[in-house]
């Protein structure tokens, strides 16, 4: 019987996710009505519950455990709160935003529970705290103005935090990465990526000259060399990449950027070199198996999981994703893959590529130019940590020791990556406040044709026309 | 009129925003661009990448498979069940050996551990790829999947034939084709039941020591002196330095002596005035103990090395390396020695067949291997194995000299049992004194045979204890011959 409800489960859940990621495209349509969008998003909402409920009824019945019914029941109403604050309070936000968050850290809750069930009780609990502190953060981004004003105080705190871990942070797995404060660990970097991004977007605001140029990226650098020095490999990269990428954007200049990825290319050369961490991290990359009993052994068991669950999986509780060292952060991606299985895997990270894409939209969809870098640079650290999180746990590339947002066990990850969304949200929110602004400056350019444009703002992305939806 | 105007507004707001917008949708698109890839690899990895990965004797989560899968079976080529899991009416599973011994070390056990194909093929066996919807289906009604089937390259007539030959000896023989590297027969002796092998665990593990322990795969894992059947690196090494190696003569008198070290040819024989090619063929130890002291030392242990001594050698079952310790500093004794065969050489029999398997494929070493293919219970293929080149060890002129060489031993020299058969063979013999009683030896043969129609066949022989290569590992090898070409 429970062998049978776990194969029928495994299924199901797949059906169910491909469902939604289905969904999370479709709204995306040139010609919906915003009836149909609703009625989307509603489904969303349905597919989302009923794969959170498939997993507790397959995670119960191979344990057997009644404190995982009343988990099971806290998480939906936890779950029930965040949709209706947002649909009350926040009408205007982002539905999919919102629905993609729910689902993710859905994702990871049932992963954890199945990896261990202290751990995902803890989890709840810092998304409990993450949540009610970052319901705010939309009303607040929508309304305070003083936000473009700080760049100083940005590149300070940034800088002197950052250090402060350099200094002063406790070594784990080779790199110096937290401090404990209180008895609790805090990853200051998870956070100063986001006051980092809002530093850089501030300066450009000001200014592209040359030598606004030249002060950001020696502000920049210094970040990115604080975070090698601290051998924090990974969170280094995001910061860079965010950097060249807001760069680009904020200058209209493609030479930055090239040359920029070149002197990249030239110091991962280097580092690659100079650092045996980092010489270690590509030897496991390269030939895993052949070093299987050093630094090959995590990806090599990553692979194990990957390839042993195939594309339908193991079934929850039917795998062994507890071998792969550090699971419930770094390699969550591999445990979901051996036991929800491949296709539910990729619809992950199309949730993910969806996400995104919405941060991105907004970032087009708004005018004012530092609002644009925010949601730009944002967007750009969400996505790049996809990647990375990802590709080193599929070995696509070598592993950098990233989580997978909302989805990854760590409590400074997520409640940063709610701010990120929260932020995100408050976007969507001023969106609709320019919209209605009467427009002060008459226009400078002539019409060619009149009366063709359509109502709504559209931006092309990658083939499909996206709209102003809600 | 109020209407086109705002419409104006809208529409210069749009194209400005797009000019804007060009370095994000470049930006958007990069990314895309990049999970695109990323989502490829993985499905990519999936397809072609995972077997790699599940099939690793590391992978731990084998054995979670057998839950739900009936363990497949292991197939000779020619068709004869090696090994099968019976399924009693209560579930209980056996796993049968219906030819026993005979298969041991090839097939191996899976208990205790687990060895041989049983090991190497295990995830292969605990998988089904029988049709998807039957799958469903007995996953519903809580049903075992029935697990791929593993079709190796052995052949069962000559396993027999090989099995047979030996006797009650302890020793090993192998077979394999050159041209592919397809492990044909696999036999090493003493062996075990494997049906009844978890019961007799703790008296094999009690009774024997660790290297004359049944459990030894004396093929891969067996470390002997090579004895003369390592003249043929001498004769190599040689050649190499000696373009006019034709022109080498030696007038044995039955023995050598060079300061305090005395060598004697087998049985004292004489055999007088002799080039290199008679040297080999009669296996004359007096001249190649005085062949060994003209050779540089250097280039004779790099000769060696690019030959695979001292290190791991292509094998898909667990091997021992081969060591070759001459150099420079070595002194004459030992010198003329090694270039006879004792000494501290030691090589394992597949080393042995693997070095006369590319001579007999003109210089080209194939990948041994001993898995043709899986198929699912229906008999549809799962995943074929190609035959795949290890590398140049020779150049195809040097194996073609080793060639005529190793036919001379068999039309005039130690290997004349072979002569005048069906099949043109070729090989060495050897008589490795392993212990400091005079006369005791292991028995060798390594050669290969072909004919038009069946092409070719290498196989090396053994026998512990045996005596003299040409009289004792000549006969063996002809049985395991005439099985191959005569059947």
Redesign the interface.
């Known amino acids: 019987m429970v ?2 409800v776990t ?2 489960s495994k ?1 199901l859940m797949i059906i169910l996710f491909a469902l939604y990621t289905y969904q999370c495209f479709a709204v995306l349509k040139r010609n919906i009505t915003p009836e149909k969008q609703r009625r989307k998003f509603h489904q969303q909402i349905f597919y989302m519950y009923a794969i959170h409920l498939n997993a507790y009824v397959v995670l119960y019945l191979s344990t057997k455990s009644k404190e995982l019914i009343v988990f099971y029941l806290m998480q939906v109403v936890y779950f029930t709160i965040v949709q209706l604050c947002y649909s009350i309070f926040y009408d205007r936000a982002s539905r999919l935003v919102v629905n993609n968050m729910c689902m993710l850290m859905m994702i990871g809750l049932i992963v954890l529970t199945r990896l261990s069930v202290d751990f995902a009780v803890k989890q709840f609990q810092i998304a409990i705290i993450s949540m009610a502190v970052t319901m705010l953060i939309p009303f607040l981004i929508s309304r305070l103005k003083f936000f473009r004003n700080l760049s100083m105080v940005y590149a300070l705190l940034g800088i002197t935090l950052l250090g402060a871990v350099a200094a002063l942070g406790v070594v784990s797995h080779g790199a110096k990465l937290s401090f404990t404060v209180a008895g609790i660990t805090i990853q200051p970097s998870e956070f100063i990526k986001i006051i980092f991004v809002f530093f850089v977007a501030a300066m450009y605001h000001e200014s592209t000259e040359f030598i606004q140029v030249v002060k950001t990226t020696a502000v920049a650098a210094l970040h990115v060399i604080i975070l090698a020095i601290s051998k924090d490999l990974g969170a280094a990269l995001i910061f860079f990449i965010a950097y060249m ?1 807001m760069l ?2 904020a200058t ?1 200049n493609i030479g930055y950027f090239l040359s920029g990825l070149l002197c990249g290319c030239l110091a991962s050369v280097a580092g690659y070199f100079m650092f045996s961490h980092v010489r270690v991290r590509v030897l496991a990359w390269q030939d895993p ?1 052949a070093r ?1 009993e050093n630094e090959g052994n995590q990806i ?1 068991n990553s ?6 669950g ?2 339908f999986g ?1 079934g929850l509780n ?3 994703p507890n ?1 792969i060292p550090e699971v419930k952060q770094d390699f969550i991606f591999s445990a979901i893959s051996e036991e929800l299985g ?1 296709i539910f ?2 619809c992950l ?2 949730v993910c ?1 969806s996400c ?2 919405m941060f ?1 939209n907004i ?3 708004m ?1 004012d130019s530092f609002y ?1 870098l925010v949601a ?1 640079g944002l967007g ?1 650290i969400y ?2 940590q ?2 990375l999180s ?2 080193g746990d ?3 590339i070598p592993s950098t020791g990233v989580t997978l947002p909302l989805v990854s066990y760590g409590g400074s990850s997520l409640l940063s990556t709610l701010i990120i969304f929260a932020i995100i949200q408050g976007l969507y929110l001023l969106r609709e406040r320019e919209e209605n602004e009467p ?1 002060k400056k008459k ?5 060619k044709k ?2 063709r ?1 359509s ?1 709504e ?6 083939g499909t026309k996206v709209q102003n939806f809600d | 009129m109020k209407k086109q105007s705002k419409s104006t507004e809208r529409k210069s707001k749009t194209s400005t925003n797009k000019n804007k917008n060009r370095e994000f949708v470049t930006i958007t698109y990069m990314f895309v661009g990049m999970f695109i890839l990323m989502m490829g690899y993985f499905a990519y990895f999936q397809v072609f990448k995972s077997e790699d990965f599940i099939n690793s004797p590391y992978n731990t989560r084998q054995d979670k498979f057998g839950e739900h899968v009936i363990r497949g079976s292991i197939l000779s080529a020619d068709g004869k069940t090696l090994a099968e899991t019976i399924v009693d009416d209560d579930g209980s599973e056996t796993r049968y050996y219906p030819y026993g011994n005979m298969f041991a070390h090839a097939v191996g056990y899976d208990c205790n551990g687990k060895s041989g194909i049983e090991s190497m093929a295990n995830f292969n066996l605990l998988r089904s790829h029988a049709f998807f919807l039957e799958q469903i289906v007995n996953g519903l009604k809580d049903e075992k999947n029935p697990g791929d089937n593993v079709i190796t390259t052995l052949n069962y007539s000559l396993q027999e034939a090989a099995y047979n030959a030996l006797g009650d000896d302890n020793g090993a023989i192998v077979a394999l084709d050159p041209t592919t590297g397809k492990i044909l027969a696999w036999v090493s002796k003493p062996d075990f039941n494997p049906n009844t092998i978890a019961a007799d665990w703790n008296d094999i593990v009690s009774q024997t020591d660790g290297e004359n322990s049944v459990l030894v795969n004396r093929v891969s894992q067996g470390l002997y002196p090579p004895g003369s059947t390592f003249k043929i690196l001498t004769t190599l090494e040689y050649i190499r330095e000696n373009p006019n190696y034709a022109d080498y003569t030696y007038d044995c008198k039955g023995s050598i002596t060079e300061g305090e070290t005395e060598i004697h040819c087998y049985d004292n024989s004489v055999h007088g005035t002799e080039d290199l090619k008679k040297s080999f063929a009669k296996s004359c130890n007096s001249s190649y103990a005085n062949i060994g002291l003209m050779l540089d030392k250097t280039s004779f242990a790099k000769l060696c090395d690019t030959l695979l001594f001292n290190k791991a050698i292509p094998s898909v079952y667990p091997s021992q390396k081969s060591s070759f310790v001459l150099n420079e500093n070595s002194d004459t004794s030992a010198t003329m020695q090694t270039a006879i065969g004792q000494g501290q050489t030691l090589v394992t029999p597949l080393h042995m067949a693997l070095i006369t398997s590319a001579i007999a494929n003109d210089g080209v070493l194939m990948k041994p291997y001993v898995i043709d293919h899986t198929e699912n219970y229906k008999g549809i293929s799962v995943k074929e194995y190609q035959p795949s080149t290890y590398g140049t060890l020779l150049d195809s002129k040097e194996a073609k000299t080793m060639q005529e060489f190793m036919s001379y031993v068999v039309s005039d020299g130690t290997g004349s049992k072979l002569n005048g058969q069906s099949y043109q063979a070729a090989g060495k013999t050897g008589s490795a004194e392993y212990s400091n009683v005079k006369g005791e030896s292991h028995a060798w043969f390594t050669g290969y045979a072909s004919t038009k129609e069946k092409g070719s066949i290498v196989v090396t022989v053994i026998v512990e204890g045996g005596g003299a290569g040409s009289s004792v590992a000549v006969p063996i090898a002809k049985q395991v011959f005439d099985a191959y070409f005569n059947n």
């Open positions: 062998h049978l194969e029928l299924y990428v680009y954007v209209h198996l299987f090599s692979l194990f999981a990957i390839g042993t195939g594309w193991m039917q795998g062994m071998k491949g895997a990729l990270i199309l590529v995104f894409l991105l970032a087009m969809q005018k644009k730009l750009t996505g790049f996809i990647f990802v590709g599929i070995k696509f427009v226009p400078k350019k002539k019409k009149g009366g444009v109502h703002e559209t931006v092309k992305i990658h």
